[in-house]
């Protein structure tokens, strides 16, 4: 039996005001880090922002786009995954040098997390937590304690063989009138939850495993979302970063190279454009 993958599942413990979400990747996954030779440990922390990411923008109550960057002094300069309310997910390790680190520490350093969400109507606003904790899952936990003040517990799982990650999250709602016992529930789940093991979340369908963990709750399972792997750019949005170069400058590089051409970072597509497209652009200068 093949396990359903690239699936996030929401959930609601209807007595107990909490809510959770699941979600297991590979293919979206596979395809983020394909062709980028990413170094195991840069590979690790990247999945795991890729599914901390999914996990972020179903919590969103409204449409739009989520940025989840991570950036400090260490061996990765920066680590930015975008996901939207559809769970499209793209994401990027930008190394400022060879690495075989692991671990949050090692690979970003002194840093931060910074998380932009970008709703389709109305203005965008940003949450920066410094990355203070050892592992991405609690500083995340942490950057809701602090930026949203709701109690909420990240588990994040990495497999390199199978190439697989995996993530969890526990939240507790903000209604409910006894907030001390919502607090005790809230504990108590996330108890149950880390018992989560890592060969259990990338073997199990979420069916299996969320029936494992929590048989004894009355746990509201809604429809199953797909996680897919796109990236964003086109050549519209290439042209839009052309027009903004000085049209002598474009001249000269049609003049070297024949052509301009642009490499997306995220999926490494090159768009080229050849004179008679950037016509418009060289107007003023002479040939
Ligand atoms: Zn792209």
Not at 168 to 177: I, S, T
Request: hydrophobic share 40%; aromatic share 8%.
């Amino acid at each position: 039996m093949t396990v359903q993958q690239d699936i996030l599942n929401r959930y609601l413990f209807d007595d107990l005001h909490v809510r959770g979400e699941l979600v297991q990747l590979s293919e979206s996954y596979q395809q983020i880090i394909a062709a980028h030779n990413y170094p195991v440990g840069v590979r690790q922390l990247l999945g795991e922002l890729v599914a901390a990411t999914c996990l972020l923008t179903a919590t969103l109550k409204l449409e739009g786009e989520i940025v989840v960057q991570l950036q400090g002094d260490g061996p990765i300069g920066y680590l930015v995954v975008n996901g939207d309310h559809q769970q499209n997910m793209r994401g990027i390790a930008r190394l400022t040098e060879e690495t075989t680190a692991t671990g949050l520490k090692d690979l970003i350093g002194k840093g931060n997390m910074v998380i932009t969400i970008r709703p389709t109507k109305g203005e965008p606003y940003q949450g920066i937590v410094a990355l203070e904790k050892d592992t991405l899952a609690e500083c995340l936990g942490h950057y809701f304690e602090v930026s949203e003040q709701i109690p909420t517990k990240i588990w994040l799982f990495h497999n390199d063989e199978s190439q697989q990650v995996a993530g969890c999250l526990v939240q507790l709602l903000p209604d409910g009138d006894d907030k001390a016992k919502q607090l005790t529930d809230f504990e108590h789940l996330c108890q149950i939850t880390n018992t989560i093991k890592a060969e259990e979340v990338f073997t199990l369908d979420a069916q299996t495993l969320l029936y494992r963990l929590y048989h004894q709750e009355k746990v509201r399972i809604f429809e199953p979302q797909a996680v897919n792997y796109q990236c964003s750019c086109s050549e519209e949005k290439c042209l839009a970063a052309i027009a903004q170069v000085e049209p002598k400058e474009l001249a000269s590089i049609i003049k070297e190279q024949g052509k301009v051409s642009m490499t997306c970072d995220y999926c490494l597509t090159t768009y080229d454009f050849f004179a008679p497209q950037l016509a418009s652009f060289l107007d003023d200068v002479k040939h």
